[in-house]
């Protein structure tokens, strides 16, 4: 009967265990997906290991170290389907921010010892590595996400997990623009949608978890921030968290820090 | 798995991942004959650098940042980071705020703590692969650890916005207070999550528990009036009590070659220490709530234990403890105005420790008046349980000798996970290896 059922590898990559928790966070629905998926493969749920192939790869988390990049690969051409969940696996995470800095010098502030630690220069994201066949967004997923995910896996058909921005669902569902109402800088006009809204829901600006939505107007937005009061570095660091090296929040960050280079000069 | 190249009487086994923990590592034991010749615990989980990258980001942006250092406990790393910047920057917060704050704490040791009883650990008792191959013969009880899971990351959910990496906690409090009815309409889950919690830990306190006790030194924080979670002293069971201000100069961290994480040990004689819900129940017994204080008098086992392996029964009795207290709180709630206490940008060094559901979680932060960090340090209860961990099987192996490899690498196994350990965190792991 087992053999009958696609199988499920989930790989970790560097990451918080956030977004593959997720799947276990899925209370109501986890041991039905069980009855639906074989599990081969999920060191954090399942002491039974199993080789590939693999049916349905869920990967979590960025590629920070030689062993990684390589086990990508191995990964990669054990797996039919293979989707990445999360910032870490889409963009590199909030640990690319070392994709800025003096790499070695941050194993130096970290460590004594810095010569035992094999790690790249940078955190780059699966993508950059190997096909990714779907990315699910979000700094974590969103599990009603995930769960559409599995279910079109086995419906073969693609997921529907719409791309347009947090500003929309916020007019969708009558939050009070916390920008336009009271100042407070919001990513949400260029924000990928996927958590419903949740930080103006509570009173604060989008920070950017899910990464740039489609056709995102950056220069836009942060041109408001500065006419808000918001100064350049801090601007720079707003775009510099969970999806920082997103194609284009990366662009914006860059283009506000030459800028001023380009002023000083 | 027999290296031709060794001696015959030296061998090596190897358990390559170590499952059901938080993060990824391994396990590594060079044995020579029947004489353990060195044990490690080996973490190949990524380093991450958030000590580094931390410097120069707003004092604003810690409590979001460092959530990230933990899926499974992010709660821990945002109570101790806002504590640790309020004692820098000189904010007291309310009563209210400070009771809010306990809740949600409430919430995520029920989630994780649940989370690690029912798919980690217990099958480990029980002889199971995973939680999700027990179900099969125990469906009754993963039903209900799941429906209790569920509720604490519901609490999550309404106080923090969401489970994995709450919105809601900044420096003086909350962005937004949740509206009471938000709150209330948990009341009667949490009425029956108290009871399915109470018969949980009667389930768990059948399990069979190998004799094994040991000398530990266990250290948990404090607190004079309550069950420590967001404050106190931090005391250990050899007499030792000194204030949060002083863990540097007691605790030290170092590296090993083996280990992205760094370990940390005792600066007066350079020992392990255990921390966790096992060292917290010791030394914190009379002040659960009644309910979980009376149930810990029922369970046979005679407290203080210094045995790891009881460590589900006391993580089932901190679940029972935080549905008593998340109850009260629920029940009395008002909601705080204003949500957050006000404050001004000043030059200062603040540091904290929070009990994170796998221990004592500290926190130090070096920052100028412009709001910007110049120094982070972040010392994760797994990373001080890691020398422990690596004490107690030293003296564990010795036991399974006789075992044949898959047998003595899954009881080893066993015995790491007594700790919950979080390995993702603890790098900011597990391979088995055993070399004979």
């Known amino acids: ?265 | 798995m027999t290296d031709d190249s060794k001696p015959p009487n030296a061998r090596t086994i190897r358990v390559e991942a170590l499952c059901r923990v938080e993060g990824e590592g391994g396990l590594h034991v060079r044995l020579k004959g029947d004489r353990i010749e060195d044990v490690q615990l080996t973490i190949f989980e990524p380093p991450r650098l958030f000590e580094a990258f931390l410097r120069g980001r707003a004092i604003e942006d810690v409590p979001d940042i460092v959530a990230r250092i933990c899926g499974i406990c992010p709660v821990a790393y945002q109570m101790s980071a806002v504590h640790a910047i309020e004692s820098g920057v000189g904010v007291q917060v309310s009563p209210e705020i400070r009771r809010l704050r306990r809740l949600l704490y409430c919430g995520e040791w029920i989630e994780s703590h649940t989370l690690h009883m029912h798919l980690l650990h217990a099958p480990d008792f029980l002889g199971f692969e995973s939680g999700l191959a027990m179900a099969r013969d125990w469906p009754e009880e993963v039903k209900r650890g799941l429906r209790l899971k569920k509720h604490g990351n519901q609490l999550l959910e309404v106080l923090g916005g969401r489970a994995i990496h709450p919105v809601n906690v900044c420096i003086g409090g909350f962005y937004r207070a949740p509206r009471r009815e938000e709150l209330t309409a948990l009341i009667p889950d949490f009425e029956w999550g108290l009871q399915a919690a109470i018969d949980t830990v009667r389930w768990v306190a059948g399990f069979d528990f190998p004799a094994f006790e040991r000398p530990y030194t266990m250290v948990a924080l404090v607190h004079h009036e309550e069950y420590a979670m967001n404050e106190g002293r931090i005391v250990d069971n050899r007499g030792q009590a000194i204030d949060v201000a002083d863990y540097e100069r007691h605790y030290q961290e170092r590296q090993v070659p083996h280990s992205t994480a760094l370990q940390s040990v005792r600066m007066v004689d350079g020992s392990s220490y255990f921390l966790g819900p096992l060292a917290r129940v010791n030394l914190s017994l009379d002040r659960l709530k009644p309910a979980a204080r009376r149930l810990a008098d029922e369970l046979g086992i005679a407290w203080p234990s210094h045995n790891s392996f009881h460590g589900i029964v006391a993580r089932g009795l901190e679940v029972v403890h935080a549905y008593e207290e998340a109850l009260e709180i629920l029940k009395t709630y008002q909601p705080p105005t204003p949500p957050h206490v006000a404050y001004q940008h000043r030059a200062g060094t603040g540091c904290a420790a929070t009990e994170a559901p796998r221990g004592l979680l500290y926190h130090r932060y070096n920052f100028g008046d412009d709001g910007l960090l110049t120094e982070a340090k972040i010392v994760p209860p797994t990373s001080q349980n890691q020398g422990q961990i690596e004490e107690d099987l030293r003296h564990w192996l010795p036991r399974v000798l006789d075992c044949d490899e898959d047998a003595m690498g899954e009881s080893c196994a066993h015995l790491v996970r007594n700790y919950d350990p979080c390995i993702s965190c603890s790098t900011h792991a597990l391979r088995l290896t055993i070399e004979r």
């Open chain 1, 1 to 265: 009967m087992s053999a009958m059922k696609p199988s499920l590898g989930v790989f970790k990559f560097a990451s918080c265990d956030g977004c593959q928790l997720s799947l276990l966070d899925c209370e109501d629905e986890l041991l039905a997906v069980n009855e639906r998926l074989h599990i081969a493969y999920f060191l954090e749920a399942t002491s039974h290991v199993e080789g590939g192939p693999f049916d349905l790869a869920l990967v979590e988390g960025s590629i920070t170290t030689p062993a990684d990049a390589e086990r990508i690969r191995d990964v990669r051409a054990q797996s039919k389907f293979l989707v990445t969940i999360g910032a870490c696996a889409t963009a590199g995470g909030i640990q690319a921010l070392r994709n800025w800095a003096d790499t070695p010098e941050y194993l130096r502030t970290v460590y004594a010892r810095p010569d035992y630690i094999q790690t790249l220069d940078r955190s780059t994201p699966i993508a950059a590595h190997v096909a990714v066949d779907f990315e699910l967004r979000g700094c974590p997923i969103n599990k009603q996400q995930l769960l559409e995910v599995i279910a079109s896996f086995l419906a073969g058909r693609r997921p529907r997990t719409p791309v347009h921005s947090v500003c929309l669902d916020c007019k969708r569902r009558g939050i009070v623009c916390v920008m336009v109402a009271r100042g407070i800088p919001c990513l949400g006009p260029v924000t990928h949608t996927g958590c419903g809204a949740l930080c103006p829901s509570y009173d604060r600006g989008c920070y950017g978890c899910y990464g740039p939505a489609a056709q995102p107007n950056l220069v836009s937005l942060t041109n408001q921030f500065r006419a808000d009061g918001l100064s350049r570095d801090a601007t720079i660091r707003f775009l510099r968290e969970f999806n920082a090296y997103a194609a284009e929040f990366r662009a914006e960050s860059d283009r506000l820090e030459g800028y001023e280079q380009s002023t000083q000069t």
